[in-house]
């Protein structure tokens, strides 16, 4: 019997979380299984829990590793690695947008036309289309992220054409899709001055990360005429200027906190500073390269940078984390508080209460795993606290970057790791559309009263 676009359709928005579950699961199974083939591995044979580890974190593009990526996998092992990273971070995304499609039809009738008049509504026929799109956009910027890194590492290097090829194109899908895999040991510490690198990572990452409804809405905007060029939407203003402030807060904590640091920044020129600062802040948008060593970095960074692993990227992108949309609006809630406004505003639109209580929802549950995630992994192993709150946020943010400890963290303390990429690659997108599914009006409303709070 086949399926036609409608049932397709209303299959997705019936069980949208068990869709990517499911598919999201299969993937780990097939991937986990082919890297653990004698063939995948240069030298000693891959154990089960290092290739369902290293399968894990590339399909939920973390970038986590407990092995050395360029020097433990064969070619074949690498290329599965990239395999596993493009059908995660475009999967997801991918799968992300038919959900956004398709949850768009269980919009109320004034929801709609608000969205009609923002031109964010889309209806179930342009499906196809966004696929297209958001295919094309990915190659696209993966495909000219990879030239510009070879002209970066040819002109950085003295090796074979062949192995600069290849290193473009794996950093290219890897930093797009916020993964954060390398295949050097120190990862990309020895480029740590090198602008030109840099800033195609840094470029790639928030690309990636920010989320296709904006990309393509950006796109979209810059080929109409400038006349007729629409506003942008909420979404894209919110997640533009959340981006850019924690951006820039990042660097700038980052570098009052690593100035002296002679282990970080402390024996860098100015203008490396800011670079090394500037780019460790955008890979806290859930992307795990690192220019500098994470482990020799001050506590109070650590903590800054879980903050904003936790935060994470844009919607419908392959950044993970609650999203800034999330924090941007529990942070408008609480400044309309602090206020006392009855509503809660944003550039001229009042934000939905069912909006508000879903971002508080899915914020307070995340927290939740974050903080058990890190008390488990403090009581399967002798680690510090401070480290295991960084290593458990950066497995649930899907960010990859590390104090240094996951390769000799105990099993238990990686199969928690294990739980908490799976969870924060799914939990967000899934929690969020289950609390839309799960909508429901009451023909009555009980008396109201006010319990004392503070």
Not at 161 to 177: E, I, K
Not at 252 to 270: F, H, K, Q, R
Not at 301 to 319: I, K, N, R
Request: hydrophobic share 50%.
């Amino acid at each position: 019997m086949s399926i036609g676009p409608r049932a397709l359709s209303g299959w997705i928005t019936t069980n949208p979380a068990r869709v990517v579950a499911a598919l999201f699961f299969l993937a780990i199974v097939v991937g986990s299984f082919l890297l653990w083939l004698p063939f995948a591995a240069d030298g000693p044979r891959t154990t089960v829990m290092q290739a369902v580890f290293t399968t894990v974190s590339a399909v939920c593009v973390t970038g986590l590793t407990v092995v050395d990526t360029g020097s433990h996998w064969s070619a074949s092992g690498e290329v599965i690695i990239l395999a596993l990273i493009q059908l995660g971070g475009l999967g997801i995304m991918t799968l992300a947008s038919v959900i956004v499609l398709a949850l768009s039809g269980r919009l109320g009738a004034n929801a709609r036309d608000v969205a009609n008049a923002e031109r964010t509504a889309v209806h179930i026929g342009e499906v196809g289309k966004m696929l297209v799109g958001v295919i094309r956009f990915s190659f696209v910027f993966e495909a000219v992220g990879a030239v510009l890194l070879l002209i970066g590492f040819r002109a950085a290097h003295d090796r074979p054409l062949a192995t600069d090829l290849w290193h473009s194109v794996f950093h290219s899908v890897s930093a797009f899709n916020n993964a954060g895999f390398g295949l050097l040991p120190d990862n990309l510490s020895g480029y740590v001055g090198n602008w030109w690198i840099n800033g195609v990572i840094a470029a790639l990452v928030v690309s990636g990360g920010i989320g296709f409804p904006v990309l393509m809405e950006i796109g979209r905007r810059w080929r109409s005429a400038a006349r007729s060029r629409p506003k942008l939407t909420l979404h894209t203003r919110i997640t533009l200027i959340t981006t850019a402030v924690l951006l820039a807060l990042g660097t700038g904590v980052i570098l009052a906190g690593e100035w002296t640091n002679g282990g970080t920044l402390g024996p860098m020129s100015t203008p490396q500073k800011v670079l090394a600062a500037a780019f460790q802040s955008v890979q806290t948008r859930t992307a795990g390269f690192n220019t500098i060593d994470i482990g020799a970095m001050d506590s109070v960074s650590w903590l800054l940078m879980s903050m904003l692993m936790f935060v994470g990227g844009g919607s419908a992108g392959t950044a993970g984390g609650i999203k800034v949309t999330t924090f941007a609006v529990i942070a408008l809630m609480i400044w309309s508080e602090v206020r006392g406004d009855a509503d809660v505003h944003a550039h001229r639109r009042r934000l939905p209460e069912r909006t508000q209580r879903r971002a508080v929802a899915i914020a307070a549950i995340s927290m939740g795993a974050v903080v058990a995630g890190s008390m488990a992994i403090k009581a399967t192993s002798d680690t510090d606290l401070d480290r295991s709150l960084f290593e458990a946020t950066s497995a649930f943010g899907t960010v990859g970057l590390s104090t240094g400890i996951t390769a000799g963290l105990p099993q238990p303390a990686q199969a928690v790791l294990i739980g908490l990429m799976y969870l924060g690659r799914l939990g967000p997108l899934t929690l969020g559309t289950a609390l839309v599914l799960r909508e429901r009006h009451l023909r009555f409303r009980y008396p109201q009263e006010q319990p004392i709070l503070g």
